[in-house]
């Protein structure tokens, strides 16, 4: 099965750093991908591939074999024009390390996923002189309005970033901000948020909730703010409008879930969020 990281702006000698894979496999007349961020450590014949968060997938019914064949050449070269670089070994899922003495504790957050739409597409017509001017450009504007808002960037994902935020009512401006902000790059976001607990070990942070913010970013539209019943729940006297956009099961996640779509952010003066400032407890 054919794998394949984006270098970017990266060299093969560098470690440590996030950037995104694509994974293809064919079998018979149907075609299945996996995308998403990866964290690249050790260079050379010790670099190991992790996802970030669990990948993104599609599956592809082309019909007939001949077509699913075309389809997975025609992928594939499109990625090899576009700075991708085949991989041999396999994209890890990082197993998370036992506490050996650091103390776990467990946080309540609102987390927001942010990802650029038809990024690929984007790049492959800019070419990556200029893609990687814009990517500038969005970083510094997402991080701009997470600073102004008290967001805590987690990671970023290639062309995503993940935040935690204290209360939704932020979570859901910072979000209108970033929208608004990469707009005048050439740019739409899709935007997913849910509020829940992860737990914390040292720097690293990880829990379902994590998951669950990239899923629901994973069923917004182009320029579309989605948020979890968890966090519409949290914001009943908020004055921000939702639209109802029903009940989905999000790939990987235990239940199906209520997401609603952000229809009118209410101005800062009027938020009543319903949700008190999270501290961190440490878990007995």
Known sequence: MPKFLRIGVHQLNVSGYTSKAWWVRRVGSTVFLKWGAVEVHGVGDKRKIYWTIPPREKTIRCGTLQRAKDYVKNAIARRRSHRYEPLSGDIAIRRRPANRGAELEQA?????FVDIVRSTEKA????????????????????????TLRGKEVVTTGDGLLATFDTPATGIRCA????????????????????????VSGAEVFGLAFHIGARVAAKARAGEILVSSAVKDLMSQSGI????????????????WRLYRVDHEASPAKVETGFAKTTRSNKR
Do not use: C
Request: glycine share 8%.
């Open 241 to 256: 409008r939702f639209k109802d956009r029903g009940v989905h099961q999000l790939r990987g996640v235990p239940e199906r």
């Open 108 to 112: 309540l957050a609102t987390i927001l």
């Open 124 to 147: 492959a017509r800019l070419g990556d002189s200029r893609w990687t001017q814009v990517m500038n450009h969005y970083y510094a504007a997402v991080r701009r309005e997470l600073k």
């Open 176 to 199: 209108t901000a970033i929208r608004e902000a990469v707009r005048t790059l050439g740019l739409e976001i899709r935007v997913g948020l849910h509020a829940g607990e992860y737990k």
